[in-house]
């Protein structure tokens, strides 16, 4: 699901305004469709890399029909059901009105492709979480532990799908808002992700001595302090829409997000939110230089939520600062919004609407924007897990 499609009309009158519409049905059989409007080149031809003149959305995008697959308002959905077999997208071309040409595209889900996945409760291990393994174990790969942010509860389970369908086994994992965990982002312990990576350290297929942690958000304070409180046990950091402090706990931010040791961890206060670098409180700057790996960033120039590409400036300005012996690439996605975090590409029914996080009506940003920048910074996040 995640490999780009090249798409190429030929044969069509010079010059004619062409139609490209798509649809696919969904694990419900909801019906998810788009359409863009290209102008055939002198020699009759159309690419979806062209400009369309019309349709689902306006800037080049060849990945454009795909993304932004959208129900029917009259079926009060967004997100499309992935069917466990995967889905196919059937692509027409209209001239005039009349079809000219059909084709169909395969999607493989993880679970096609021979991703097993194992739920994980409190009850039994004291975690809540989804471990997605690769349909081959007997080689040992790095494992990901890869949790979301304010949004809470279990909100990763496609990335770490998606992940297992690359050969790196993943755990899914929920901090708060789910049943046995706290109610809210207040007071988490970090002893608890360190919980979860021993899970996934004796996973199959994992190989322990490359385990990646994996944040989003809110949930980068997590993975960066986990990195610098626990170098034994993660080797490298994935921080999306990162934050360079610690922030409060939600929605009373009276009281701590993150505890160590019993201890609840000093946050920003209320008039220091956004300050990448409070000078009057040092202690609420997570200690990066202390992470014993390398770090991979991606920060969005239009975040709405907060500052992500000043917090990861920041991150990489006291990386040098304190001579980080290891690799820390940022990717810079100037026109992107908070929702770009997600990583994964070509992700049906992201919309540009409000998303309530933390009490607040938050836009995530321009989804046409934000796809294409999961699209750029997914096969370089792959690669850097090829590295570990």
């Known amino acids: 699901m995640d490999t780009p499609v090249t798409v190429n009309l030929t044969g069509l009158p010079a010059g004619a305004q062409t139609t490209v519409s798509a649809t696919a049905l969904d694990a419900d059989g909801t019906a998810f469709s788009s359409s863009a409007q290209f102008t055939a080149t002198s020699s009759g031809t159309v690419s979806l890399s062209q400009v369309p003149t019309g349709g689902s959305y306006t800037r080049v995008d060849p990945m454009g029909l795909f993304e932004l697959l959208e129900a029917q308002p009259s079926a009060g959905r967004v997100f499309f059901r992935l069917p466990a077999d995967g889905f196919t997208v059937r692509l027409t071309a209209s001239v005039g009105g009349r079809a000219v040409?059909?084709?169909?595209?395969?999607?493989?889900?993880?679970?096609a492709?021979?991703?097993?996945?194992?739920?994980?409760?409190?009850?039994?291990?004291?975690?809540?979480?989804?471990?997605?393994?690769?349909?081959?174990?007997?080689?040992?790969?790095?494992?990901?532990?890869?949790?979301?942010?304010?949004?809470?509860?279990?909100?990763?389970?496609?990335?770490?799908?998606?992940?297992?369908?690359?050969?790196?086994?993943?755990?899914?994992?929920?901090?708060?808002?789910?049943?046995?965990?706290?109610?809210?982002?207040?007071?988490?312990?970090?002893?608890?992700?360190?919980?979860?990576?021993?899970?996934l350290s004796r996973a199959p297929g994992v190989d322990p001595a490359h385990l990646v942690v994996w944040g989003t958000s809110r949930g980068s304070e997590a993975a960066e302090l986990l990195d610098a409180y626990y170098p034994n046990l993660f080797h490298a950091v994935v921080a999306s829409v990162p934050s360079s402090v610690i922030g409060p706990g939600l929605p009373d931010i009276s009281k701590a997000a993150w505890t160590f040791g019993g201890k609840p961890l000093p946050a920003v206060s209320r008039a220091d939110l956004g300050n990448p670098d409070p000078a009057d409180a040092p202690d609420v700057v997570i200690p990066v230089e202390k992470i014993d790996g390398p770090i991979f960033l991606v920060c969005a120039g239009k975040d709405q939520l907060w500052p992500s590409c000043p917090y990861a400036n920041a991150i990489v300005e006291r990386l040098d600062a304190h001579q980080s012996p290891y690799q820390h690439e940022e990717l810079r996605y100037p026109t992107a919004g908070h929702g770009v975090g997600g990583l994964e590409p070509y992700v049906i029914g992201l919309t540009s609407v409000s998303t309530d996080s933390g009490g607040d009506q938050l836009s995530m940003g321009d989804v046409s924007a934000n796809e294409m920048a999961r699209a750029d910074a997914w096969p370089k996040l792959l690669a850097f897990l090829a590295a570990q």
């Open 101 to 111: 040409a059909t084709v169909t595209v395969k999607r493989q889900s993880p679970e």
């Open 113 to 199: 492709l021979g991703v097993t996945e194992q739920e994980l409760r409190p009850a039994h291990g004291g975690i809540f979480g989804d471990l997605y393994l690769p349909a081959h174990t007997a080689e040992r790969h790095p494992g990901v532990l890869v949790f979301g942010g304010s949004e809470g509860a279990l909100s990763t389970d496609e990335i770490a799908s998606l992940l297992a369908a690359h050969g790196y086994p993943a755990l899914a994992l929920a901090y708060f808002d789910e049943p046995g965990l706290p109610a809210t982002l207040t007071e988490i312990p970090l002893e608890y992700f360190a919980k979860a990576a021993n899970v």
